[in-house]
C-alpha cells in the first residue's frame, strides 16, 4: 500500500520551557493501516498526533503527504483529508442535524452538500435512529455528542482519521459506538487509514494491526498486537 503520510526526524519544542516534547521522529503511514499509540499521561501521544494533523507547527523535520511536502497554501486541503477528532467535542447550539451540516457552509466546503442518506447510515452503526438527527446538541450525553462529532468529520469522507483519546471520558457502551463507527468507516474503503492514541491497551490491541509505545516524547517500533 503507497505511503500517505510521512514524518521525518518530526519534532516539537516548547520554546517557552525549553523542554522537548517530541524527540526526532520517523513514521510512515500506509493506506489501510491501523495504528494505535499508548503510552503514560505527558508521553507526548497528543502532541504527536496533534502535529501530524497540523494544528502545531512542528519545532523542525518534516511532514509529507503522499510523497510530497505540505505547502501553507495546502493546509486547509490537507485537513479536510487528514482529520483529527479530539476527545472532548465541540458542538454548536442547535440540532444534531444544524451541527452536521455546519461543515458544509465552510468556504473549503461550498461545493458539497450534505447527504442526508449516508448520515442516517452512519448513525444506524452507531445505534441511533434517524429521529436523532431532531435532538439539541445541548441536550446530548458525552456519548452521544462525541458520536456528532466523529459523523460530522465521516460524512466528509476523509482519507486519514486522527483519533486523540476519543472514547477516554466515555463510557463503555458509548465508547462502542464510536469503535464501531471508525470499523465502519474503515472497512469501507481499503485505501482509508486511522492512527488512534488511546489510554486503553485493550482497546488498542483491539482497534490495531500496529500498536506503537511513546514514552518521553519516542515513539518506540512498531510491535504486532
Known amino acids: 500500500m503507497s505511503a500517505l503520510i510521512q514524518t521525518r526526524a518530526l519534532t516539537r519544542v516548547d520554546e517557552r520551557r525549553q523542554v522537548a516534547l517530541l524527540q526526532p521522529t520517523d513514521f510512515t503511514l500506509h493506506a489501510g493501516d491501523r495504528v494505535s499509540i499508548t503510552g503514560s499521561s505527558g508521553s507526548g501521544k497528543s502532541v504527536f498526533l496533534r502535529a501530524l494533523a497540523l494544528l502545531d507547527t512542528p519545532t523542525s523535520g518534516q511532514i509529507l503527504w503522499n510523497g510530497q511536502p505540505i505547502a501553507n497554501a495546502q493546509i486547509p486541503h490537507y485537513r479536510s483529508h487528514i482529520s483529527y477528532l479530539s476527545q472532548r ?17 465552510l468556504k473549503t466546503l461550498r461545493k458539497r452538500h450534505f447527504d442526508r442518506a449516508s448520515v442516517i447510515t452512519l448513525l444506524e452503526h452507531a445505534g441511533k435512529a434517524p ?9 446530548l450525553s458525552g456519548g452521544e455528542s462525541q458520536v456528532v462529532s466523529l459523523i460530522r468529520t465521516l460524512q466528509l469522507d476523509p482519507e486519514v482519521l486522527l483519533l486523540d483519546e476519543p472514547t477516554a471520558a466515555l463510557d463503555p457502551a458509548s465508547s462502542r459506538d464510536v469503535e464501531a463507527l471508525i470499523d465502519a468507516w474503515f472497512a469501507a474503503d481499503n485505501a482509508r487509514a486511522y492512527v488512534w492514541v488511546s489510554h486503553d491497551l485493550d482497546q488498542a490491541r483491539r ?19
Do not use: C, W, Y
Open 207 to 225: 482497534m490495531s494491526d500496529i500498536h506503537l509505545q511513546m514514552s518521553a516524547g519516542v515513539l518506540d517500533g512498531a510491535a504486532q498486537p
Open 89 to 105: 467535542p465541540a458542538l454548536l447550539e442547535g440540532t444534531v442535524e444544524d451541527n452536521l451540516r455546519f461543515p458544509f457552509s
Open 131 to 139: 429521529d436523532f438527527l431532531a435532538k439539541h446538541a445541548l441536550d
